[in-house]
């Protein structure tokens, strides 16, 4: 299984880390970035069956970083298309804006 990062999705990541990094820990961080480390192995495993969107049915997520931030994905044929990171602490309009527009 190939795992796929959009645009968008690298760059919701850059700016969760730069804001994450002013209040979070270094474990904290350490925690993130094995989660999604984590997340390439669960899926390899087939273990987990991850949550649908509600108005987005296609879309698929799960929560990594101590479940503060939502990994936004799609699957199509054989890869994973990551779409976008969120915390969770944001505007969840602004999130349908960004899932509409990708």
């Not at 760059?11 to 270094?26: A, C, G, Q």
């Not at 899926?43 to 936004?72: A, C, E, S």
């Not at 976008?84 to 602490?89: A, G, R, V, Y």
Request: glycine share 2%; aromatic share 10%.
């Amino acid at each position: 299984m190939k795992i796929i990062f959009t645009e968008t999705a690298l760059n919701s990541l850059e700016e969760i880390t730069d804001f994450v990094r002013r209040i979070w820990t270094n474990k904290e961080l350490a925690i993130l970035r094995n989660d999604i480390k984590k997340f390439n192995q669960t899926l390899n495993d087939g273990i987990v069956q991850h949550q649908k969107l509600k108005d987005f049915p296609n879309l698929r997520f799960t929560f990594i970083g101590k479940k503060q931030v939502k990994l936004i994905y799609e699957i199509v044929a054989e890869d994973v298309i990551i779409k976008l990171f969120w915390h969770c602490k944001q505007d969840p309009k602004k999130l349908s804006e960004l899932l509409y527009e990708n």
